[in-house]
């Protein structure tokens, strides 16, 4: 099984991730736990790009969409469908839904070019997404008790409603894969939450 987590800045994702990955593992499970961008040592670098603020050269928005693509074709190739193959349950932190909601929904990029890129790059879609939705101000106070911010971080609070409102039109066009949990509520209450699907 693919499982992919879902959400805007700061609603708990990699809480609850590290929460299922345990429960599965105690199952006797064979779990692989990953993220994007990233997930390879290839498609870290990518992501490093990608979050890292550069005050000298705005990433155009085009840019950003293809190395998201650059970065989940390697981790696809490398890490997401090897383990599938072998049996293994993937738990992966953001997948395509991420470009939607954020190139698409956020960006204003048009959803043809995400189209063309998932036609083409994306062999495998997740069985199952958690959704993870807060309101925008939690999360962004999360995000900015963590530290520095990343590139995404420092966008604006509208940027963020821009996104969320990416993430509920998904959640209405694929009722049966992307599942909504309030992500308000307590670690352990969201994880409870997350338990009724399994
Ligand atoms: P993370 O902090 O949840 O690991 O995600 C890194 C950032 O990358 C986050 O701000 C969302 C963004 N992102 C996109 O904009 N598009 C994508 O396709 C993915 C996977 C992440």
Redesign the pocket.
């Known amino acids: 099984m693919f499982i992919s987590f879902e959400g805007t ?1 700061g609603v708990g ?1 990699t809480t609850l991730i590290r929460k299922i990955y345990d429960h599965f593992i105690a199952q006797g499970q064979d779990v692989v736990l990953t ?4 997930g390879t040592p290839m498609a870290e670098q990518i ?1 490093a790009l ?2 890292s603020v550069n005050h000298e050269e705005k990433m155009c928005n085009d840019t ?1 969409l293809l190395l ?1 693509y650059a970065a ?1 074709a390697q981790h696809l190739s490398q890490v997401i469908l090897p383990a599938l193959e072998a049996g293994k349950t993937v738990l992966c ?4 839904d ?2 939607f ?3 698409c929904a ?1 960006r204003g990029l048009s959803e043809d070019k995400l189209l063309l890129l998932n036609a083409n790059f994306v062999s495998r879609m997740p069985d199952f997404t958690f959704w993870l939705d807060a309101p925008i101000e939690i999360g962004m106070n999360r995000a900015r008790a963590r530290g520095e911010l ?1 590139r ?2 420092q966008e604006k609070v509208t940027f963020f409603e821009k996104v969320r409102a990416g993430y509920e039109t998904l959640s209405v066009r694929h009722p049966e894969r992307v599942k909504r949990l309030d992500a308000s509520q307590s670690p352990e209450q969201v994880f409870e939450q997350a338990l009724t699907y399994f």
């Open positions: 800045e994702k993220r994007e961008p990233g992501r990608l979050l950003e998201m989940r932190d953001r997948f395509t991420a470009s909601a954020y190139q956020g990343d995404f971080e």
